[in-house]
């Protein structure tokens, strides 16, 4: 199995995979290719391991689309493709990119708009947030970096970024908290043991994170045809928040009581992931969710689903402000924000380019993906006349000419027949 879901056990990676991968950046203080299994096996938990220092240096990004390339220069062929891919025949994954292309500015031009003053604050369950980009949970940063999910905390709260951290994380939820002074959530992937899940749940609070997200959606394969294919064993890395055999069964018969047991057990507000069909959102709300975050994982659930931002306007529409939206899957620029705001978003997550920003430049590295986007996000904002992200709406969009949401062209006039 390839999913980034808990699994039984460690398979098959060859060492010389992982070594490639978690190797990367240790140069400096660790014999090469020590890898962070074998740092585990030494030190006897990973979250010793997980002290070990790597890269920590600012990015120069232009585009994240290319941090994709530069990351494939570091990662294994096994992490590389894990990492990149989408499940299936991979339409949802690509239709992540193009689904940004039915949408276009519409900008109001003449507002007086003062660049340094724009305001991209929101408020997401009561804590006051510089900036609606955040990072979504993603499992196994220690296949990017060795100071895995907390070089991804330090590196989000340099710029006070809400970040999300996977259950399936390499280093412990408490390390995590301890390393990010930034606004924080958990994200939890229920157990088939409830004992389990309920053991998790309650350090979540203590450690301090303000938020749980369920996350709905992945609940079965995640992988490519060409994976499969390939025959490539899944990489792997020790979870740092289960003692060992213990992660490994998810519950994939979910429920909506499932959204009321975790509140119950954390007093936490909960955060419903993986939303694609306005109904579930209502199903959400109901079930007693205070925000719902429209995804379909990055291309990696059921392929075939569309677009998180083709299904986010029907969503927004049903959802009518009652709770917060986050939106993820596909985010790669500060226009993709903006658009994906103006369509009904409060904020909106991303994945794969933070994690090959973890990769190629650690803490620091993160920290210059946020601020790319979030100075992106600004540059649009100022082009579209808007001050705060408040005044951001459908008005600064239209549907792109061309686009699969184009109103059919007029029928051409009929050309009266020559006398
Ligand atoms: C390798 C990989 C691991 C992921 N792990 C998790 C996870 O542990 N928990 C979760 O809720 N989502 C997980 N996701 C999904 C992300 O939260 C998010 O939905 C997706 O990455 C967003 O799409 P993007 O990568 O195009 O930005 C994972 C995605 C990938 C590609």
Redesign the pocket.
Known sequence: MHT??PETSAPNESRRDLFKIAGFGLAATLAPGLALAQLKAESGSPSLALQRKGIDRALDIINPDLLEAEAKKIYSAAVYA??TQGSGKQWTLRE?QYAWDDWAFSPHRMGGVVRNKIDTSVTLLGEKLPTPIIV?????HGLHHPEAEVATARGAAMSGALACF???STASLEDIAKASTGPKWF?M?LNVDEGISREVLQRVPRAGYKGV?I?ID?IGQGSSDAYVRSGKARPWLPYGNFPSGTANAFKTNLSWSDVEMIRKITGLPVIV?GVTRPEDALAAIQAGASAVQV?N????ALDGTPAAITMLPRIADVVKGQVPIIL????RRGTDVAKALALGANAV?????L?YSLALGGAKGVDSLLKFLHTELVETMLHLGVNRLGELDSSHVIAAPGGRFATAPAPARAISPRE
């Open positions: 980034d879901i894990f990492v992540n979504t949970p993603f499992g196994s996977s259950s399936a994200q992937y997200i996350t992945a992931k995804s994982h990055g291309g990696r993820d899957s596909g985010i997550a991303v994945g794969r380019p994690m």
